[in-house]
């Protein structure tokens, strides 16, 4: 298992290389610069602000000052921001989606496996038919639309929850469902498939012929092997959810990174856009990982696959 996880994190090392200097050029060669929208500015000032942050220089020279500067943790100032540092911006603003991305995450699995396990029990009834249709609709309805209905209907209309903001507990609840809903419907389907390849397997139903009751069947000698996709999925899951926090910040005004990621694409703040990438980049490295090896830890047969 040692050896595993350390020739993963091997591997990540060449790839978090690609995906900086990528980002860093795909970023410096888009039209225009930070400041090339700045209003009434004259252009001496401008040509000063572009010495004063490096930008003057040939494009290998800003990158290998970059790459040196990252190699030292340091992600640059922000250009837009006056004062404050990429690393200053991003544990500032991380912990409120991580918030948000362990609230959703937790809410997708109370709401999917229940669904998924009831569905798979109660195969081609009423209760298989009706969370399935639900989970459906649910992956066919994207964030940006579903986070406006529920702020209309639950937020103006009804007035339960503030429809923006992020200042109360109450506040948590449009964004986590928002962002919650899409996951919990792929998580539902995931158990129900599953549970059902599980629940045909000659151990079972030897557990079953031996009297064990119902619950214990499906708790304890059921469920370990029919959550094995669901394992699978959270990792791109959780991913998902931190990543995905974007357009649902935006929504209801959450102050996230995904927020600050969104502004910075707009306001074309090269050193917070490659900084925000290169965080969520390295953060799905390891999360894939830590899935890898739960998954290690449940199914031996993966656990000789890793030896």
């Not at 050896?3 to 091997?10: D, E, K, M, Q, Y």
């Not at 599980?198 to 064990?212: C, E, M, P, W, Y």
């Not at 059921?222 to 935006?250: D, H, K, N, R, Y």
Request: hydrophobic residues 55%; proline residues 6%; charged residues 15%.
């Amino acid at each position: 298992m040692l050896r595993f996880v350390v020739s993963r994190l091997a591997q990540a090392v060449p790839v978090m290389f690609l995906i900086a200097t990528a980002t860093f050029f795909m970023v410096r060669l888009a039209p225009g610069d930070p400041f090339a929208d700045e209003k009434r500015i004259p252009e001496e000032i401008l040509a000063n602000l572009r010495a004063t942050y490096g930008l003057d220089q040939p494009l290998a020279v800003q990158y290998g000052r970059y790459m040196r500067n990252l190699l030292r943790g340091d992600l640059g100032p922000s250009y837009k921001y006056t004062g404050r540092s990429v690393n200053e911006i991003i544990s500032q603003s991380f912990p409120v989606s991580l918030e948000l991305g362990l609230e959703a995450l937790v809410l997708a699995l109370l709401l999917g496996l229940p669904a998924g396990l009831v569905a798979a029990l109660r195969r081609n009834s009423a209760w298989d038919y009706l969370p399935m249709a639900t989970a459906m609709a649910g992956i066919c309805l994207p964030a940006f639309v579903l986070g406006p209905l529920l702020a209309l209907v639950f937020g103006i209309w009804l007035g339960w929850f503030h429809p923006m903001g992020w200042n109360v507990a109450s506040d948590r609840v449009l964004p986590a469902l928002t962002l919650g809903l899409y996951y919990a419907a792929y998580i539902a389907r995931l158990t129900r498939a599953g549970m059902i390849e599980i629940l045909s397997q000659d151990f079972v139903r030897t557990a079953r012929a031996k009297g064990l009751p119902e619950h214990v069947v499906v708790l304890k000698h059921a469920l370990t092997g029919g959550i094995q996709p669901v394992l699978s999925f959270l990792g791109p899951a959780i991913a998902g959810l931190l990543t995905g926090s974007f357009i649902v910040e935006t929504v209801f005004f959450v102050p996230g990174l995904g927020r600050f990621f969104v502004n910075a694409a707009f306001n074309r703040d090269y050193t917070l856009v490659m900084g925000t990438v290169l965080f969520y980049a390295a953060l799905i490295i390891v999360l894939n990982l830590a899935v890898d090896v739960v998954q290690a830890w449940l199914n031996p047969r993966a656990r000789e696959a890793m030896g």
